[in-house]
C-alpha cells in the first residue's frame, strides 16, 4: 500500500514524528505503515531553531540520511518551504522529494492562503515535470495561531476547498482538538484530515468515528526526548550519576542491535 492509499483507511494513520535516522530506526521498529518527520525536531538536532530557519541543503541530507534506513514511505514536514516564492519554495520541495520523501507536509502560518495555493500550484508542477507523485499535506494554521478568533470552522473548511482546488492531497489541521469542529472539517471539506496530539483531543476511537484520517503526534516525541536528556545530565552534573540517568533507559545493545539492520 502507497502512502496516499494509506490515507484511505481503514486503520487512522498514527505518525510518530521523527527526527533523525536513529528515531525513524526505532519508530520503525515498532511497526508503522509510514514515517514522517517533525520539522522542530529536526530542525533541534541539526543545531537550528524551528521556523524556517533550516538550510535546504542541510535539511535534504537529513531525509537522506532518514530514507537510508526508512522501509516504509516517508513523510517530510517542509514548514513553509523556505522561501515565499512559489518556484523556490517548488525547487526545495523537490530537493527533499530527491532525498527520499513521497509526500511533505506545507503550512500556511500567517501567510495568506492564496499563497500557499501558489506554492502548492508550483509543487505538483515540479512533480509532473519530474514524473513523480508527492503527497502534499496543506496544513492550515487557524487553530493553532489563532487566526479566526470565533470562526475558525468556517475560515478553515475556505481555506481547505483552496488548498484542494490547487492541488492539496490533504488536510492538516494543526490544533484543533474539539470534536465539533472535527466533524465540521470532515464533513464540510474533500480532503483526508490530518489533526495534531493534543491533551483535550478526543481519543483514537472517536478520531476514527468522526472520519479523521490521520494523527501526527507533531514536535511532542522530540520534545519528550530533550526533557528526558535534559534530566538525566543535569542529575549527571549534580551528582555524577543519578535515577534520571538510567531509569527508563533504552539498553546499549538494544540500540547497538536496532541500528546494526540497516
Known sequence: MNFRQIHQGPELLKIANVWDAGSAALVQSLGVPALATTSAGLAWALGYADGNHLPIAEHAAAVRRIARVARVPLSVDSEAGYSDDPAAVAGNVMQLVEAGAVGINLEDGTGTPALLCRKIEAIKAAAVRAG????????????????????????????????????ADGLFAAGVTAAADIAALVAGQPLPLNVMARPALPGLDELQRLGVRRL??????????????????????AAGSGADLYDGAAPYPQINGLLNQG
Open 132 to 167: 513523480v507523485d508527492v503527497f502534499i499535506n496543506a496544513r492550515c494554521d487557524v487553530w493553532l495561531k489563532n487566526l479566526a478568533p470565533g470562526r475558525a470552522v468556517d475560515e478553515a473548511l475556505q481555506r481547505a476547498r483552496d488548498y484542494a482546488a490547487a492541488g
Open 216 to 237: 501526527s503526534a507533531g514536535s511532542a516525541i522530540a520534545e519528550a526526548a530533550w526533557g528526558r536528556a535534559q534530566r538525566a545530565a543535569a542529575g549527571f552534573l
